[in-house]
């Protein structure tokens, strides 16, 4: 006998992400779970724990804290390590934190490069991780679309586009040369729709900004930016206002941008982004460079 | 019409496109993405932005920019590598490989096809057939697609003709008669100005067929779960002693609790005890699903094994025949050895016969010795170990198979197992009375081989014969098997071919463990330029018997001594392939013995290995 009804697109992507997080485990000497604590990042988390079920997961998270992520955020990241028992490593460039890099007084690119990406690095060179789990999707931006699920970076953690591995069927080829490193994008195939349908369906709890709220912000250039804590440098003439916004995308808090929004639950965000006409990244200023900011930072080291 | 949904489902389609150059792939996937309203409004605008900047179609919107993603693409207007696109609908989601034309079009075609069920082939009406589109047709059809969409695309520049439509779609069913495709639609469309694409064209009135969206959301996907049940082994869950489970993606047919099912392998056979859950135990699951199974037994499996129906086995087997797409800049040399990747199984082994290769032009069979970049060929393959497999076209995740370059770490070729050789199977080795542990306590020293790696010229043969004579003295079993002399017998049959040479050493390798398994010290002095057959010959033998001995000696050394005047003759260009001078030499990286031999004469470097040599395999000087 045979079942009638077809697999639905969520267990294909769900089944998809679990067999590459499983192989991933299987393959490398020391993988690490580079975990951002918004919403791709909670999605990959739940798929990796299906994946390992009853057992714990085979390796650690890593996060890099800039040490400018929203309140909010930090609360969410501690009280899921603790709720769920994860080993969660923590690392900031606390070098350049204290030579006052801050992505108010250095352009994005700098700070992005500095705070994360050089981070990133120098946290995958200290515990001489081979390969790392990232929740990029190819949907998000042009360069990512062509990105390999494992995706080989060189012993200065780059990526070169131009030689990548083939990826045929599901067989991944994990042979690394010394220096060698690989990121693991479980979540390739999946697409912002794909994530809130699944955070719905799977009932996975994610930061509370990704819900409208009265927020004090102020607007700059045409967005909205969340005045977090006392280290939010106002200009002489703005006074933060109460607004009901949501974040559709969590970074550092005043390189991402809220949108205006009455969305406070999942079915609310879900029907609010299928009118939406605006990509998920547009509120993400360090993309904003020139259309192949994503691309020259990938080759960087960025994830 | 991108609706978000809760509770409702939808299916998920995988589709790749093909075509040649200038047929309009990337603007058919980019006006795909824009009239199912998959792009939002600030891309729309850098767009019409980038449409001016980098566009071909003058002021038009060039929908193609929508996907050419790289920034090297876009200035050269071509896409380079396979991307990855996501049109949803209500009722499907698509994943969509785009998969360009020109340049290494067999390996990025086969990259799209591997996991796509339904190939969009892409027709310029105005050009009709050309040799790209057969190719493509005809790796599609290696690829196992059965579903072909024939998009007969810039309808729009032979005025809506009809007759025209009809004439490359019955040319195009002619041609494809020889393959297996179970389904070919021809559709009229105008990717440029979308007729025919997502929305019906008005241009066409004698056109009552479905848009190329209408059809790809009606396909019914390919159906693995009415298969045997296989479930290929990722990873044994074990977090304490109460519990073992296997975990793995099912790649056919359907599992209950209770079901009978065979390790293959090991061909033990026990029951499902429960299929194990976040969310509970589940009383079925089938073909896609990612699972975690008990047995009822306690059997040892590891990575690599099937479990599988106990009434439909799989083929286990070490020898099978195959195509192959060759990946790799370097060729494929048969006998040379690679990993081979097989389901969750990782395995080494070479390429033991190159049957023919595709002249995939003329769907012709060549002879050949090797196969090259983007070359298709029916190979037999011969594995270190036996694994478990189905044919291709009767399970693609059973049948399918990468092989990775030992020494580069390419993946360097894909292959699609076709059928089992029977010839192992049928040998059963013969099991002995009298064993290597026997012979190591008459012999009073445990076997060795020494392999002697270095230019020609080196010294390779002048410090393995002093070696010899020194171990022979001290009571030891030894045997020298020197380069030239086995030219001149056993392999009298082989030239200085990148491939005659692998092959040279493939049988080296096998006397030499021949003789080490008889309980000998074996000398060999090769040549042997190729660090993958030096590590092939390693594997053969138990670890701690293979010592590779570099004798590192510069080429101009080696020039200038020149013993048997061979470099005279490679550098006036009387012997070709030469090792140093037109064929390469890749020295030893972590060699046991390093011999520097611009440093020392012979009889103090053999002083050294010696030295090292005989506490090593438990050899005391005779009295």
Same mark, same amino acid.
């Given at each position: 006998?045979?079942?009638?009804?077809?697999?639905?697109?969520?267990?294909?992507?769900?089944?998809?992400?679990?067999?590459?997080?499983?192989?991933?485990?299987?393959?490398?000497?020391?993988?690490?779970?580079?975990?951002?604590?918004?919403k791709?990042?909670?999605?990959?988390?739940?798929?990796?724990?299906?994946?390992?079920?009853?057992?714990?997961?085979?390796?650690?998270?890593?996060?890099?804290?800039?040490?400018?992520?929203f309140?909010?955020?930090?609360?969410?990241?501690?009280?899921?390590?603790?709720?769920?028992?994860?080993?969660?490593?923590?690392?900031?460039?606390?070098?350049?934190?204290?030579?006052?890099?801050?992505?108010?007084?250095?352009?994005?690119?700098?700070?992005?490069?500095?705070?994360?990406?050089?981070?990133?690095?120098?946290?995958?060179?200290?515990?001489?991780?081979?390969?790392?789990?990232?929740?990029?999707?190819?949907?998000?931006?042009?360069?990512?679309?062509?990105?390999?699920?494992?995706?080989?970076?060189?012993?200065?953690?780059?990526?070169?586009?131009?030689?990548?591995?083939?990826?045929?069927?599901?067989?991944?080829?994990?042979?690394?040369?010394?220096?060698?490193?690989?990121?693991?994008?479980?979540?390739?195939?999946?697409?912002e729709?794909?994530?809130w349908?699944?955070?719905?369906?799977?009932?996975?709890?994610?930061v509370?900004l990704y819900f409208a709220k009265p927020r004090?912000v102020v607007e700059r250039n045409g967005q909205l930016l969340m005045?977090?804590?006392?280290?939010?440098?106002?200009?002489?003439?703005?006074?933060?206002?109460?607004r009901s916004v949501r974040f559709r995308t969590l970074g550092?808090y005043?390189l991402t941008a809220a949108i205006e929004s009455t969305a406070s639950?999942?079915?609310a965000i879900i029907s609010e982004m299928a009118h939406s006409r605006l990509s998920e990244r547009q509120g993400r200023l360090?993309?904003?460079?020139?259309?192949?900011?994503?691309?020259?930072?990938?080759?960087?080291?960025?994830? | 019409?991108?609706?978000?949904?809760?509770?409702?489902?939808?299916?998920?389609?995988?589709?790749?496109?093909?075509?040649?150059?200038?047929?309009?792939?990337?603007?058919?996937?980019?006006?795909?993405?824009?009239?199912?309203?998959?792009?939002p409004d600030d891309?729309?605008?850098?767009?019409?932005?980038?449409?001016?900047?980098?566009?071909?179609?003058?002021?038009?919107?060039?929908?193609?920019?929508?996907?050419?993603?790289?920034?090297?693409?876009?200035?050269?207007?071509?896409?380079?590598?396979?991307?990855?696109?996501?049109?949803?609908?209500?009722?499907?989601?698509?994943?969509?490989?785009?998969?360009?034309?020109?340049?290494?079009?067999?390996?990025?075609?086969?990259?799209?096809?591997?996991?796509?069920?339904?190939?969009?082939?892409?027709?310029?009406?105005?050009?009709?057939?050309?040799?790209?589109?057969?190719?493509?047709?005809?790796?599609?059809?290696?690829?196992?697609?059965?579903?072909?969409?024939?998009?007969?695309?810039?309808?729009?520049?032979?005025?809506?003709?009809?007759?025209?439509?009809?004439?490359?779609?019955?040319?195009?069913?002619?041609?494809?008669?020889?393959?297996?495709?179970?389904?070919?639609?021809?559709?009229?469309?105008?990717?440029?100005?979308?007729?025919?694409?997502?929305?019906?064209?008005?241009?066409?009135?004698?056109?009552?067929?479905?848009?190329?969206?209408?059809?790809?959301?009606?396909?019914?996907?390919?159906?693995?779960?009415?298969?045997?049940?296989?479930?290929?082994?990722?990873?044994?869950?074990?977090?304490?002693?109460?519990?073992?489970?296997?975990?793995?993606?099912?790649?056919?047919?359907?599992?209950?609790?209770?079901?009978?099912?065979?390790?293959?392998?090991?061909?033990?056979?026990?029951?499902?005890?429960?299929?194990?859950?976040?969310?509970?135990?589940?009383?079925?699951?089938?073909?896609?699903?990612?699972?975690?199974?008990?047995?009822?037994?306690?059997?040892?499996?590891?990575?690599?094994?099937?479990?599988?129906?106990?009434?439909?086995?799989?083929?286990?087997?070490?020898?099978?025949?195959?195509?192959?797409?060759?990946?790799?800049?370097?060729?494929?040399?048969?006998?040379?050895?690679?990993?081979?990747?097989?389901?969750?199984?990782?395995?080494?082994?070479?390429?033991?016969?190159?049957?023919?290769?595709?002249?995939?032009?003329?769907?012709?069979?060549?002879?050949?010795?090797?196969?090259?970049?983007?070359?298709?060929?029916?190979?037999?393959?011969?594995?270190?170990?036996?694994?478990?497999?189905?044919?291709?076209?009767?399970?693609?995740?059973?049948?399918?198979?990468?092989?990775?370059?030992?020494?580069?770490?390419?993946?360097?070729? @894909?292959?699609? =197992? +076709?059928?089992?050789? $029977?010839? &192992?199977? !049928?040998? #059963? %080795?013969? @099991?002995?009375? =009298? +064993?290597?542990?026997? $012979?190591? &306590?008459? !012999?009073? #020293? %445990?076997? @060795?081989?020494?392999?002697?790696?270095?230019?020609?010229? &080196?010294?390779?043969?002048?410090?393995?014969?002093?070696?010899?004579?020194?171990?022979?003295?001290?009571?030891?079993?030894?045997?020298?098997?020197?380069?030239?002399?086995?030219?001149?017998?056993?392999?009298?049959?082989?030239?200085?071919?990148?491939?005659?040479?692998?092959?040279?050493?493939?049988?080296?390798?096998?006397?030499?463990?021949?003789?080490?398994?008889?309980?000998?010290?074996?000398?060999?002095?090769?040549?042997?330029?190729?660090?993958?057959?030096?590590?092939?010959?390693?594997?053969?033998?138990?670890?701690?018997?293979?010592?590779?001995?570099?004798?590192?000696?510069?080429?101009?050394?080696?020039?200038?001594?020149?013993?048997?005047?061979?470099?005279?003759?490679?550098?006036?260009?009387?012997?070709?392939?030469?090792?140093?001078?037109?064929?390469?030499?890749?020295?030893?990286?972590?060699?046991?013995?390093?011999?520097?031999?611009?440093?020392?004469?012979?009889?103090?470097?053999?002083?050294?290995?010696?030295?090292?040599?005989?506490?090593?395999?438990?050899?005391?000087?005779?009295?």
């Amino acid at each position: 006998m045979y079942l009638t009804e077809h697999a639905s697109d969520l267990d294909v992507l769900e089944a998809e992400g679990i067999e590459i997080i499983r192989e991933a485990a299987a393959s490398f000497r020391k993988p690490v779970m580079l975990y951002s604590i918004g919403k791709d990042s909670s999605v990959m988390l739940h798929l990796a724990r299906k994946a390992f079920y009853p057992a714990k997961l085979p390796f650690p998270l890593l996060h890099i804290d800039t040490g400018w992520k929203f309140r909010e955020m930090i609360l969410h990241r501690d009280a899921t390590v603790k709720q769920l028992g994860l080993d969660l490593i923590v690392r900031t460039n606390t070098e350049a934190a204290a030579n006052g890099i801050n992505p108010f007084d250095h352009a994005a690119s700098v700070y992005t490069q500095v705070m994360k990406t050089e981070a990133l690095k120098s946290a995958l060179d200290e515990f001489s991780f081979d390969a790392a789990f990232g929740g990029a999707r190819r949907d998000e931006e042009k360069s990512r679309a062509k990105e390999r699920i494992f995706s080989i970076r060189n012993a200065r953690h780059g990526w070169d586009p131009k030689s990548q591995r083939p990826e045929l069927w599901n067989l991944f080829n994990p042979a690394l040369a010394p220096g060698q490193t690989m990121r693991v994008f479980p979540l390739s195939n999946w697409t912002e729709v794909d994530i809130w349908s699944y955070i719905a369906r799977e009932k996975i709890n994610v930061v509370p900004l990704y819900f409208a709220k009265p927020r004090p912000v102020v607007e700059r250039n045409g967005q909205l930016l969340m005045v977090d804590d006392h280290r939010f440098r106002l200009l002489s003439n703005e006074t933060p206002k109460l607004r009901s916004v949501r974040f559709r995308t969590l970074g550092c808090y005043p390189l991402t941008a809220a949108i205006e929004s009455t969305a406070s639950t999942l079915e609310a965000i879900i029907s609010e982004m299928a009118h939406s006409r605006l990509s998920e990244r547009q509120g993400r200023l360090i993309d904003h460079d020139d259309t192949a900011a994503m691309e020259k930072k990938k080759r960087e080291g960025y994830f | 019409m991108n609706d978000m949904r809760l509770q409702e489902s939808r299916s998920l389609l995988r589709v790749f496109t093909c075509g040649s150059v200038d047929d309009g792939k990337s603007t058919l996937i980019g006006r795909l993405l824009f009239d199912t309203d998959n792009v939002p409004d600030d891309q729309r605008t850098a767009l019409l932005w980038d449409s001016k900047r980098y566009g071909t179609n003058g002021t038009e919107v060039d929908y193609a920019l929508l996907v050419d993603g790289l920034e090297a693409e876009r200035e050269q207007g071509i896409t380079i590598d396979v991307a990855y696109r996501f049109v949803a609908t209500r009722r499907r989601k698509f994943i969509i490989a785009d998969t360009p034309g020109h340049e290494q079009y067999t390996r990025n075609m086969a990259t799209g096809a591997s996991n796509a069920e339904v190939a969009v082939l892409l027709i310029d009406a105005t050009q009709g057939l050309q040799p790209q589109t057969r190719r493509h047709a005809a790796i599609a059809d290696l690829l196992g697609i059965r579903t072909i969409v024939l998009a007969i695309n810039k309808i729009d520049l032979i005025c809506y003709s009809q007759s025209r439509f009809m004439e490359i779609a019955s040319m195009f069913h002619d041609f494809a008669a020889k393959f297996h495709f179970s389904s070919i639609t021809p559709i009229p469309l105008s990717a440029r100005h979308g007729d025919n694409v997502v929305w019906r064209s008005a241009n066409m009135p004698w056109y009552d067929g479905p848009t190329i969206l209408e059809h790809l959301e009606s396909i019914e996907p390919e159906r693995a779960e009415v298969g045997p049940f296989r479930l290929p082994v990722q990873w044994v869950n074990r977090p304490d002693a109460s519990f073992r489970g296997y975990a793995g993606t099912i790649a056919s047919g359907t599992v209950r609790p209770g079901d009978s099912v065979v390790i293959s392998g090991s061909g033990r056979v026990t029951k499902v005890a429960r299929i194990v859950a976040a969310d509970g135990d589940r009383n079925t699951a089938r073909a896609g699903d990612a699972v975690t199974l008990t047995i009822a037994d306690a059997i040892d499996i590891s990575r690599g094994d099937v479990i599988a129906s106990s009434d439909s086995r799989p083929e286990v087997a070490d020898q099978f025949a195959a195509d192959l797409i060759w990946m790799d800049a370097a060729d494929l040399l048969p006998g040379r050895p690679y990993l081979f990747r097989i389901g969750t199984a990782t395995v080494s082994g070479v390429v033991s016969r190159i049957k023919h290769k595709l002249d995939i032009d003329h769907l012709e069979h060549l002879a050949a010795d090797r196969l090259s970049l983007n070359e298709i060929g029916a190979v037999n393959v011969a594995l270190a170990s036996p694994v478990s497999f189905d044919p291709y076209e009767a399970n693609r995740r059973m049948g399918a198979f990468i092989v990775i370059d030992r020494v580069t770490n390419t993946t360097a070729g @894909a292959g699609m =197992i +076709r059928f089992p050789l $029977r010839r &192992a199977n !049928n040998i #059963h %080795r013969q @099991a002995v009375t =009298i +064993r290597s542990t026997d $012979r190591v &306590a008459r !012999n009073r #020293h %445990r076997p @060795a081989i020494l392999w002697f790696t270095g230019l020609s010229g &080196a010294g390779k043969s002048t410090i393995a014969n002093l070696l010899e004579a020194r171990l022979h003295a001290a009571g030891a079993h030894t045997y020298l098997l020197d380069g030239d002399n086995i030219r001149h017998g056993l392999n009298r049959d082989l030239g200085f071919t990148d491939a005659d040479r692998v092959e040279n050493i493939r049988r080296v390798a096998e006397v030499a463990k021949l003789f080490a398994d008889a309980g000998l010290i074996v000398l060999v002095s090769f040549i042997s330029p190729f660090r993958a057959e030096r590590q092939m010959a390693r594997e053969l033998v138990e670890p701690g018997i293979f010592h590779e001995v570099f004798v590192d000696t510069p080429i101009e050394v080696c020039r200038s001594r020149d013993p048997k005047g061979l470099y005279r003759k490679a550098d006036a260009g009387q012997i070709r392939n030469f090792t140093g001078i037109d064929s390469a030499y890749e020295s030893p990286e972590d060699p046991e013995f390093w011999l520097r031999t611009v440093d020392s004469a012979p009889e103090a470097l053999v002083d050294s290995l010696y030295g090292e040599l005989a506490p090593a395999i438990g050899l005391e000087d005779s009295p």
